[in-house]
């Protein structure tokens, strides 16, 4: 070997085929593994639990269930609401959004698990066991032809006829050694193509998870966002007028940044209250969320009641009047869904 690298001494070389079958082996064994490291950071980005997972698995333990990113803000959020109370508008906000962050933990999980049992673990496995087994044929072959190129150099070197017959004798059992070797390693070789086409398979099944997961998530911020899209909020700001002006608290709505959203339903609220202002009837109205009344003039609403509401001449037009049983006060347009 040293001979070799020093050009004093001759190398036999692999054919053509052989070597690009390990060139070919060597290639996929790099990107196999820097997809399997990158796979690894985008499932579990925090380096520290990758290590921690890392470290359970050698010591064939099972690693402690913790809480991940979505489901540790999702709780947060359930804490938050229940603390500034459910029946607030805000609170109520941040409970939906908290169980909507705890699903999309959920689903976290299984991409992750899903992933790891279909797509990690086929590279992982061809990484220490199939590609191990080539590495060490190929390091077998490497020994068989320096085997044979070192009989080789004793038979040009042979001055006695002895000597030379001993040596012809050592290159034909090298030079079959080496053939023979050489077929094992190509045939190890050939069924590169095999784990291409079963890794090929593997990433279907990670594009799928993919898939499942994102597609679970969107539905989710869907249903949240149908949820909040006539969530009402109370704004009370007086920064631009005087402190003597008393400011009323006019309810709006909570307004999602969504600049695709159809405006449909907008349309047909705003009609319909308009036609029950120009009727001077009555109407029955679902109330979407809780409502606490500031003063006497207002009635407290509880969401998912039905009460009849009506307008009055000269009354704001974010207000109507409200009757349930002998109450009677205005109610904000924005907590009401008129009912047909």
């Known amino acids: 070997f040293t001979e070799e690298k020093l050009g004093q001494a001759e190398k036999t070389e692999l054919d053509a085929h052989l070597e690009n079958l390990l060139s070919k082996a060597e290639c996929t064994k790099l990107w196999t593994e ?42 947060h959020m359930i804490d938050a609401g229940n603390e500034f109370g459910p029946g607030t508008a805000y609170g109520n906000a941040l409970i939906k959004c908290g169980e909507t962050q705890k699903r999309i933990g959920t689903a976290d999980r299984e991409l992750i698990q899903t992933s790891a049992i279909n797509f990690l673990t086929p590279l992982r496995n061809f990484i220490e066991g199939d590609y191990k087994t080539i590495a060490k044929e190929r390091k077998l072959l490497q020994n068989k032809r320096l085997d044979l190129d070192a009989a080789k150099t004793r038979l040009k070197k042979a001055k006695v006829a002895e000597a030379r017959a001993a ?8 030079q079959s050694e080496f053939d023979r070797q050489a077929e094992i390693t190509r045939l190890l070789l050939e069924g590169i193509s095999s784990t291409h086409a079963h890794h ?39 920064n631009n007028q005087s402190s003597s002006t008393p400011v009323q608290s006019v309810p709006a709505p909570l307004v999602l940044a969504s600049a695709s959203l159809p405006s449909v ?34 009635l407290s609403l509880l969401a998912d009641e039905v009460i009849t509401v009506y307008s009055i001449p000269g009354m704001d037009s974010d207000w109507l009047m409200g009757e349930r049983g002998n109450q009677k006060g205005k109610v904000p347009i924005t907590y009401l869904e008129l009912l047909n």
């Open 34 to 75: 820097k997809i399997m490291k990158q796979t690894e950071v985008l499932l579990q980005p925090n380096p520290n639990a990758r290590i921690e997972e890392f470290v359970y698995e050698k010591l064939d333990r099972k690693a402690p269930s913790r809480m991940n990113n979505p489901e540790l803000l999702g709780q």
């Open 167 to 174: 040596s012809e004798q050592e290159v034909r059992i090298t």
């Open 200 to 238: 090929l398979r593997c990433l279907n099944d990670f594009v799928e998870a993919q898939m499942t997961y994102y597609a679970q998530c969107y539905q989710y911020m869907l249903d949240l966002q149908k949820q909040l899209g006539s969530f009402p909020s109370t704004f009370l700001s007086n």
């Open 265 to 298: 339903g907008n349309s047909v609220v705003t009609s319909g209250i308009s036609e029950l202002r120009s009727s001077s009837g009555s109407r029955k109205a679902r109330v979407l969320y809780d409502y606490d009344a500031a003063n006497s003039s207002e």
